[in-house]
């Protein structure tokens, strides 16, 4: 039971976070980033937040700053939004997963094509 409510508490946090950074927070060190999870304790206390940035890693590292510069703002208004006792800790956190696939698919598709240029020059 515990587990699915905190399931639905990143539900509702993800949704409610990354509407705040689209529109409300106007820090212009923030980036062009993207929730892309978060885990929160079974006991509701802490919220990790997973943040993808599009940019390079200084890019990613002053949107982090910024974000964790913002969090008592973000806290303030979840506990506006959202009817909860006890808002959770949050803390962000950089998500490199999406640079790590693309990264993989590169890989991919250099290999898919030294394996076309060798059955190439094999027919000839």
Do not use: C, W
Not at 32 to 51: G, M, N, P, Q, R
Not at 77 to 102: C, M, Q, T, W
């Amino acid at each position: 039971m515990a587990k699915h409510r905190s399931n639905r508490l990143a539900e509702s946090l993800k949704q409610e976070i990354s509407q705040m950074i689209r529109e409300e927070l106007k820090d212009p060190r923030i980036g062009f980033a993207t929730v892309t999870s978060i885990e929160v304790a079974d006991d509701l206390s802490h919220a990790k937040v997973y943040v993808s940035v599009l940019g390079d890693a200084q890019k990613a590292q002053e949107t982090i700053d910024a974000l964790k510069g913002a969090t008592g703002f973000v806290r303030t208004e979840i506990g506006k939004r959202i009817r909860l006792r006890h808002v959770p800790e949050i803390v962000f956190k950089y998500d490199n997963s999406i640079e790590y696939g693309a990264h993989i698919t590169r890989l991919l598709r250099d290999v898919q094509g030294e394996g076309q240029d060798e059955g190439e020059s094999d027919d000839e």
